[in-house]
């Protein structure tokens, strides 16, 4: 059984979390004051929405960023005023019908391993995950990401840091997470975790889309994306694009 869907909510600096389940949704933030570039973000990540903003804005002077905390908004906002990029997971930006013009690497694959993180002792068999697809489109996702015959029963979120609740309140038995975020999960709680792999369960990595707009407005904007591998690649999980 998914979550009920929260009302919508515009966050600013300083503002109180929202409780689990409800969309983060930011407003556009400008770097410079001059004409700016305009760049979509819907990344799930281990860090505050917020937060995540800020750093793209400090990493990407004179371009247009906003963040987007629920597929469904970036979704939308894609098909309506196009940005000059996109920065999603390449599943995102597939499920959002855009086509994908430069994937992120690390360690020479644009793929990374998903596990499940699991409670010990918990008969629960529900599985958390982050919503990069669409509520319709993720039990599929899920279901061929694991190598399945049918779909689990889920619980969807809509970011990674809701994830530990449901193991915490035992609403899920297990959550589905990029391997790399395992450790710092672990450190951030006292229960008795442990990891489940399954044969083949890779997502793609960070990837990026270009409107493709006449003129220089796609070069400029590249050169300024070539900075994330080296400021922001812990958190995106990539090295290079490609």
Known sequence: MFPLPCSRRTFLRGSAAAAVGCAFEFGTRRA???????LFAFVP???????FQDALVLALPGVEVTVFGRFVDFKSSMQGRAPDAALALGVSLEAAGVPIHLRGYAAGSA????????KQGSQNTTLGVTDVVGRTALPAM?????????????QRVLKPADLLPLLQLDVAGGVIIPARHVVALRR???????????????????????SQRP???????????EVLPRVMGSTLGIDQWK
């Not at 951030?188 to 270009?210: C, D, I, K, N, P």
């Open 32 to 38: 410079g004051a001059r004409e700016s570039l305009s």
């Open 45 to 51: 990540v281990l860090e505050r929405p917020q937060a």
């Open 111 to 118: 793929t990374e391993e998903y596990v499940v993180l699991a």
């Open 142 to 154: 899920v279901t061929r990401l694991l190598g399945l015959s049918e779909a689990p029963a889920l």
């Open 188 to 210: 951030t709680t006292e229960l008795s975790l442990y990891v489940r792999r399954y044969s083949g369960a890779q997502l793609s990595r960070a990837a990026l889309h270009f």
């Open 215 to 225: 003129g220089t407005r796609e070069t400029l904007l590249r050169n300024s994306l």
